[in-house]
């Protein structure tokens, strides 16, 4: 029965730090395919290691009487298995692999002191021999409640990669790698302590009362810490999100500035394009062909520029639009929209501007390659479908598309450091629950989403 509780033990810490990086994981990162056959590799993998603790344990046991050490490099290569499964199943930088992978660990720790050190150790040791079936239907019962909780909190809470939008994501990784040592180090420091040095003073009758109270100390002090580390962890993730967003706000103020100098400017010249055009109708008729096609090639584009002056309502994606208008006026390219829809409010802004502006940045760079001026055109729906947001943005291609993992792959030279704009429309676009679909007909590519 203790080999089987043994292994009862690694299977239960082994799957609670697993389901809890794809809690936190699932719907903020993009999945790498094939995802479920990572899931399950990755899973095996790392069961077998878990499981390999109870025989290597028993083969060590006298050295690690002596030395304590001893199964330190295996513990510490196990700390590490939910950052080397976040980064195998999941598409971020290492920095929010290490984040996600110290969340799941913390989380996980607190329900192992709880039931491991608190319920088994401390309260009742003799519970899980003396009633093996139901100790293992609880602890199932236990966790399926802890899995649901952690989904509704955390999973509901941390829903974009905040971490993949730092400036500096290799100092944040070896601050998290610093942090997660630490904490590693202090909790291994505390169960030795409380199943190697504590635990055997339980069998002095007189050392009773003081057991107890150490055991209860211990619990205590690895609870403050997995829920300090969670509470710093947190902060760290709200002041980069707040960060994002007042980058985003500034820019959108910025950009809010220029199309009001923008507007103002254009409409000032179609103003005197207007009245001169009052003087000049007679005139027109006696100028060159030259002349008159280059007066009115110049109000035509004065009257362009002004058209791109787009109004929707929706204060961001004015600037968005208006930007991404001028941006195409200037090189020819004809971006037509059509909004009519109430539901942007269910995106926050800084996610409402970064995707629709990955998008269009996209269409752009794929218009731009066209060498038909007939077929450089850009079009963007965004409209109501019931209660879903549906937005639809279709642009012509040339050349071969290929395709990886659902999405087209870029066509820069520097394959590695590009690509993310669609992987980001992704992350966006589930971390609302929403639907994405990328096809071709001929030559024409659609991108379209649906929100609820």
Same mark, same amino acid.
């Given at each position: 029965?203790?080999l089987?509780?043994?292994?009862?033990?690694q299977?239960?810490?082994?799957?609670?730090? $697993?389901?809890?990086?794809i809690?936190?994981?699932?719907?903020?990162?993009?999945?790498?395919?094939? #995802?479920?056959s990572?899931?399950c590799?990755?899973?095996?993998v790392?069961?077998?290691?878990?499981?390999?603790?109870?025989?290597?344990?028993?083969?060590?046991e006298?050295?690690?009487?002596?030395?304590?050490?001893?199964?330190?490099?295996?513990?510490?290569?196990?700390s590490?298995?939910?950052?080397?499964? &976040?980064?195998?199943?999941?598409?971020?930088?290492w920095?929010?692999?290490?984040?996600?992978?110290?969340?799941?660990s913390?989380?996980?720790t607190?329900l192992? &002191?709880?039931?491991?050190?608190?319920?088994?150790?401390? $309260?009742?040791?003799?519970?899980?021999?003396?009633?093996?079936?139901? #100790?293992?239907?609880?602890?199932?019962v236990?966790y399926l409640?802890? #899995?649901?909780?952690?989904?509704?909190?955390?999973?509901?809470?941390?829903?974009?990669?905040?971490?993949?939008?730092?400036?500096n994501?290799?100092?944040?990784?070896?601050?998290?790698?610093?942090?997660?040592?630490?904490?590693?180090?202090?909790?291994?420091?505390?169960?030795?302590?409380?199943?190697?040095?504590?635990?055997?003073?339980?069998?002095?009758?007189?050392?009773?009362?003081?057991?107890? #109270? $150490?055991?209860?100390?211990?619990?205590?002090?690895?609870?403050?810490?997995?829920?300090?580390?969670q509470?710093?962890?947190?902060?760290?993730y709200?002041?980069t999100?707040m960060?994002?967003?007042?980058?985003?706000?500034?820019?959108?103020?910025?950009?809010r500035?220029?199309?009001?100098?923008?507007?103002?400017?254009?409409?000032?010249?179609?103003?005197?394009?207007?009245?001169? /055009?009052k003087?000049? /109708?007679?005139?027109?008729?006696?100028?060159?062909d030259?002349?008159r096609k280059?007066?009115?090639?110049?109000?035509?584009?004065?009257?362009?520029?002004?058209?791109? &002056?787009?109004?929707?309502?929706?204060e961001?994606?004015?600037?968005?639009?208006?930007?991404?208008?001028?941006?195409?006026?200037n090189?020819?390219?004809?971006?037509?929209?059509?909004?009519?829809?109430?539901? $942007?409010?269910?995106?926050?802004?800084?996610?409402?501007y970064t995707? /629709?502006?990955?998008a269009?940045?996209?269409?752009?760079?794929?218009?731009?390659?066209?060498?038909?001026?007939?077929?450089?055109?850009?079009s963007?729906?965004?409209?109501?479908?019931?209660?879903?947001?549906?937005?639809?943005?279709?642009?012509?291609?040339?050349?071969?598309l290929?395709?990886?993992?659902?999405?087209p792959?870029?066509?820069?030279?520097?394959?590695?450091?590009?690509?993310?704009?669609?992987?980001?429309?992704?992350?966006?676009?589930?971390?609302?629950d929403?639907?994405?679909?990328?096809r071709?007909e001929?030559?024409?590519?659609?991108?379209?989403?649906?929100?609820?």
């Open positions: 029965m203790d089987i509780l043994a292994y009862l033990d299977f239960r810490y082994m799957t609670g730090i $697993l389901a809890i990086c809690v936190l994981c699932h719907k903020a990162l993009t999945h790498k395919t094939p #995802y479920l990572r899931i590799a990755s899973a095996a790392f069961y077998l290691m878990a499981f390999a603790y109870v025989p290597l344990r028993r083969m060590l006298p050295l690690y009487r002596v030395t304590p050490l001893a199964i330190a490099p295996y513990w510490l290569l196990m590490f298995v939910p950052v080397l499964f &976040v980064f195998f199943c999941y598409e971020t930088n920095a929010g692999a290490l984040f996600r992978a110290m969340m799941a913390f989380t996980e607190i192992t &002191v709880l039931i491991r050190n608190l319920f088994v150790y401390t $309260l009742f040791p003799d519970f899980p021999h003396s009633h093996p079936f139901l #100790y293992m239907l609880g602890m199932i236990v409640g802890f #899995y649901w909780s952690a989904s509704r909190v955390l999973g509901e809470r941390i829903r974009a990669d905040e971490m993949a939008r730092l400036h994501d290799r100092t944040a990784a070896l601050i998290f790698l610093f942090i997660f040592l630490s904490f590693t180090a202090i909790l291994s420091a505390a169960k030795y302590a409380m199943e190697d040095l504590i635990l055997p003073i339980a069998a002095y009758a007189e050392l009773k009362a003081a057991y107890r #109270y $150490l055991q209860f100390f211990l619990v205590g002090i690895m609870l403050v810490l997995c829920i300090v580390m509470v710093i962890l947190w902060y760290i709200k002041r999100a960060q994002t967003e007042k980058e985003i706000i500034a820019r959108l103020v910025q950009d500035k220029s199309q009001y100098e923008f507007s103002k400017e254009n409409i000032e010249m179609i103003n005197r394009k207007t009245h001169d /055009l003087h000049q /109708l007679q005139a027109l008729a006696m100028v060159s030259d002349e280059r007066q009115i090639q110049e109000t035509s584009r004065a009257i362009d520029f002004y058209d791109a &002056v787009v109004k929707t309502g929706n961001a994606l004015d600037i968005l639009l208006t930007e991404k208008s001028v941006y195409c006026a090189r020819q390219i004809r971006l037509s929209c059509m909004v009519n829809t109430r539901q $942007l409010q269910k995106i926050k802004l800084v996610d409402l995707l /629709l502006g990955n269009l940045d996209n269409a752009i760079e794929s218009t731009e390659r066209i060498s038909d001026p007939e077929r450089k055109v850009i963007l729906s965004i409209l109501d479908q019931g209660n879903m947001l549906y937005i639809q943005l279709e642009n012509y291609f040339e050349g071969e290929q395709m990886q993992d659902g999405l792959r870029t066509r820069k030279k520097d394959a590695e450091n590009h690509g993310y704009g669609l992987k980001s429309i992704v992350n966006i676009v589930h971390s609302y929403g639907k994405i679909e990328v071709t001929g030559e024409i590519f659609y991108l379209e989403i649906m929100i609820p």
